[in-house]
């Protein structure tokens, strides 16, 4: 019997992997996980307690996270962003959560996002993605998701603050000694600059079919 179909989407902020992922895991009938919410949870908690990422260990907060935490609407915001980056450094922190992305999609399969899906937590899924886009397209995208007002006067210097802290963001996933943000050797890299959303889930579905059809999977 083949093992339940397991689909990692790693890359950067605001490629375009979260917006991937749901349309594969919706196309394909699959469980999907936002993991980066995880993350973003237990940075939001540390806000909330007034505990600095920087500078105070995570592990208490992120052992209480639940389902609710990760439906609450202030998780996209610049200040969680950094929050949780800086406890996603944290070892403790990622171990208390490696098990529950493992647990969602052991038994029936699953779609996944997030930095290190296809190289720590399911570094034999069947099927890995590593979704990208330059800082610039990323940048707008994030900032244009995010604005109530798409026509204010310093538009364009708002999207190069945005810019800046995905640079800063990138550098810091990149480099952390933990799980860092990076392609896994055989992830199938799509670059969605010059691409639509619809485009870019054929291409994704095209080499679902190609790798977990060779499997047997599907």
């Known amino acids: 019997m083949s093992r339940a179909l397991v689909i ?39 806000l909330d307690a007034g505990l600095d990422p ?14 609710e935490d990760l439906k609450r609407g202030d998780l996209r915001v610049p200040e969680v962003d950094r929050a949780a980056s800086l406890v996603a450094a944290q070892q403790a922190v990622r171990a208390i959560l490696v098990d529950l992305q493992r647990d969602f999609a052991r038994a029936a399969g699953g779609v996944l996002d997030g930095r290190d899906i ?4 399911f570094p034999d899924a069947q ?6 886009a330059s800082p610039a397209a990323r940048a707008r995208r994030r900032w244009e998701q995010l604005a109530t007002d798409l026509h204010v006067p310093d538009r364009e210097a708002q999207i190069a603050r945005v810019e800046a802290e995905l640079v800063a963001r990138d550098a810091a996933d990149a480099g952390r000694a ?5 392609a896994a050797a055989d992830a199938v890299v ?16 095209r080499v679902v079919r190609v790798r977990a059809g060779a499997l047997g999977t599907v």
């Open 118 to 121: 296809g190289t720590v937590i």
């Open 178 to 182: 933990v799980a860092p943000l990076k």
């Open 8 to 46: 990692a989407v790693d890359g950067p902020a605001a490629a375009g992997k979260g917006t991937l992922a749901r349309r594969l895991a919706d196309a394909l009938g699959l469980p999907y996980l936002d993991t980066g919410l995880l993350y973003r949870a237990v940075g939001r908690r540390m």
């Open 54 to 67: 920087a500078a105070h260990p995570a592990d208490e907060q992120a052992r209480r996270v639940t389902p």
């Open 190 to 205: 799509i670059d969605t600059d010059q691409l639509t959303a619809e485009q870019v889930l054929v291409e994704a579905l």
């Open 127 to 132: 099927v890995k993605l590593f979704i990208t």
